[in-house]
């Protein structure tokens, strides 16, 4: 009743487009891939290196802010996200909108 098969493409390619224009103003944001609701951010340093660091800081300061995710790959670089079926544009804004505040708190 609640299309969330139809909204997962929706709302995953604008969190995809969001992050994207969020990678333009942060370099410490290497790459984001990914389909749908099931994203990842890999954070990397100036010279383009895994930064666990900030992958780890970023993930527990979303946690705080009762936002939950994971990190993986081989240097445990790359935020996961993986939100359920009912997430929306608001909530991606949301998201999005946090994730730019603690990039710019790490300047």
Avoid at 85 to 105: G, Q
């Amino acid at each position: 009743e609640e299309r969330f098969q139809e909204n997962a493409p929706q709302a995953g390619s604008y969190f995809k487009t969001r992050l994207k224009e969020l990678q333009q103003n942060h370099e410490r944001i290497g790459n984001v891939r990914g389909e749908g609701l099931f994203l990842g951010i890999e954070f990397t340093d100036s010279s383009r290196a895994p930064d666990t660091t900030t992958a780890a800081y970023v993930k527990e300061e979303l946690k705080n802010n009762f936002i939950l995710t994971g990190t993986d790959g081989p240097y445990d670089n790359v935020l996961k996200i993986k939100p359920p079926l009912c997430f929306n544009r608001l909530n991606v804004d949301f998201f999005v909108d946090k994730l730019d505040s603690l990039m710019k708190a790490l300047k």
